[in-house]
Structure formats: structure tokens, C-alpha cells
């Protein structure tokens, strides 16, 4: 995928997967790996601020002779998680009102960028920015 992940959103998407019931942590990565690629080194410290910082708790649960240390939401989490999608769903409208509205022009192109383009593209603009 070309387009970078911030932290804001990781957190939603985390906040978000965990919403329906308790994962332990290979589980939660692998939902979460489903949709956003990252590396399960990068998702166990965010699960550990999250902690931290009050919107998830933990608990541990025997399986096979091990722990399996299980992720919940709470209650300041699911606020939290209300306010992250509210906040998306203004950033996405926003960016919509932009990227969709020019679809239509890209369609209508008859050269359709290819996957090393992407790359590419992402590359060029990665070195722009930074």
C-alpha cells in the first residue's frame, strides 16, 4: 500500500478491533495486520501506550501451558474510539471532496499506473517530503 498509516489512525484501528470482544495479542495483530500493513513490532508498543495511557486493559488467560494476555477496551477507550471516528469520517469527507471528485478524470486516462508506478510514485513523494 503506498499510503503511510499515522498514529492517530493506527489507534482507531486498533480501538476499533478490539470494540466487539477481547483479543490476546497475536490475534489483535493479525485483525489489525488484515487491513493496515505493519509489523507485529510495531503494534505490541502501541498496545502497550494504549494501556498506559487508560483506553485498554489487559488480562492474562492460561492456554496450553501459557499465558495468553488478552486486550479489552475500556470505557475511556470507547470514547475514545467514538471520538477517533468522528474525527476520520470529517478527515475522509475532506479528502473525498478531493481524491473522488477527480476519479472520474483518472478513469477516463487510458494509462493505468502499474504496482512498480505505485511504488515508485510513493518513493519519489517519501524523498519530497522528507
Known amino acids: 500500500m503506498v499510503f503511510q498509516i499515522g498514529s ?3 489507534d ?3 480501538l476499533s478491533a478490539l470494540e466487539e ?4 495479542g497475536y490475534a489483535l495483530t493479525q485483525k489489525v495486520k488484515s487491513v493496515v500493513d505493519i ?3 510495531t503494534l505490541y508498543p502501541v498496545l502497550r501506550r494504549l494501556t498506559k495511557d487508560g483506553l485498554l486493559s ?4 492460561p ?5 495468553r494476555r488478552y486486550y479489552v477496551l475500556t470505557d475511556y477507550g470507547k470514547s475514545q474510539l467514538i ?3 468522528n474525527e476520520w469520517i470529517s478527515y475522509k469527507e475532506r479528502l473525498d471532496g478531493i481524491l473522488i471528485n477527480k476519479e472520474a478524470k483518472i478513469k477516463a486516462c487510458p494509462h493505468a499506473m502499474s504496482s512498480s508506478m505505485d511504488s515508485d ?5 517519501k524523498e519530497d517530503l522528507g
Open 58 to 61: 489487559t488480562y492474562d488467560q
Open 63 to 67: 492456554f496450553n501451558g501459557r499465558n
Open 39 to 41: 509489523s507485529e513490532s
Open 12 to 14: 482507531a484501528c486498533v
Open 8 to 10: 492517530a489512525l493506527l
Open 21 to 24: 470482544e477481547p483479543l490476546y
Open 121 to 125: 510514485f510513493a518513493s519519489q513523494n
Open 83 to 85: 471520538f477517533l471516528r
